[in-house]
């Protein structure tokens, strides 16, 4: 059974530094991954998703990377702003017939201090 | 405005009463989907539709019903056999089940709250 954890739950940073939030999965055979974001009481904003043959995605200050054999993603966000502060959660899609869902993990609850 | 819509923002329930949570979505999706959300725990699968007329149980589906009888529409019931229905509860819609490249969009949730 494929399991998601994301360490740390909570993370807290100054304003203006880079940070990496982090992402593992316990069974590689996945046709993807995404990362999400979730504002407190709020649905959740898709904002990278990396096909299983693709080693990162950028969109802006956000890359996310994905190394697919040791079952990790991290998500990097440079020159975080207070903005940023959210939940983020991943979201892993297993490849198997019959059992595409989607497998969430916890979160980071991230905390950009101004 | 394309999107998906949730009601209402907040439910409470009395013991032994049934409820039901509204996602309407005007995005023309075929798939969509009800989560739920607990402190400190992941996404969990409720039910999900792939198509009109059809629809299979997830993860948690005990103690919750659904229907879909129309695309844009997938209520969500939570019937008095599920004990613990305090959490988040999330709808999405996405193109296709079988569109594995393609995310899903999320609704802005309803917090249902036992009285």
């Known amino acids: 059974k494929q399991e998601v954890t994301q360490i740390p739950a909570a993370l807290s940073v100054p304003e203006g530094e880079n940070l990496v939030l982090n992402c593992s999965f316990t069974?590689?055979?996945?046709?993807?991954l995404q990362w999400f974001r979730q504002d407190p009481g709020k649905g959740l904003t898709s904002l990278l998703l990396?096909?299983?043959?693709?080693r990162e995605q950028t969109s802006g200050r956000l890359n996310a990377s994905l190394d697919k054999s040791s079952g990790r993603s991290t998500l990097y966000i440079a020159a975080s702003q207070p903005g940023d502060s959210a939940t983020y959660l991943c979201?892993?899609?297993?490849?198997?017939?019959?059992?595409?869902?989607?497998?969430f993990g916890t979160g980071t609850r991230l905390t950009i201090i101004p | 405005d394309g999107g998906i819509t949730q009601s209402p923002k907040y439910l409470f329930r009395k013991e032994g009463q049934n409820v039901t949570l509204s996602c309407e979505q005007n995005l023309n999706h075929d798939a969509m989907y009800w989560y739920r959300q607990d402190p400190g725990q992941g996404l969990r699968l409720i039910y999900y539709?792939?198509?009109?007329?059809?629809?299979q149980k997830g993860d948690i589906a005990e103690g919750y019903s659904v229907s879909r009888e129309k695309k844009e529409s997938f209520p969500l019931t939570v019937t008095s056999a599920q004990k613990n229905p305090t959490a988040f509860y999330l709808c999405?819609?996405?193109?296709?089940?079988?569109?594995?490249?393609?995310?899903?969009?999320f609704g802005p949730g309803t917090r249902l709250l036992v009285l």
């Open positions: 979201a892993v899609r297993i490849s198997n017939f019959g059992n595409e869902k989607l497998t």
């Open positions: 990396i096909q299983s043959s693709q």
């Open positions: 999405a819609s996405s193109m296709g089940w079988d569109l594995l490249w393609e995310t899903q969009y």
């Open positions: 069974d590689s055979a996945i046709y993807n």
């Open positions: 539709s792939q198509i009109v007329n059809d629809f």
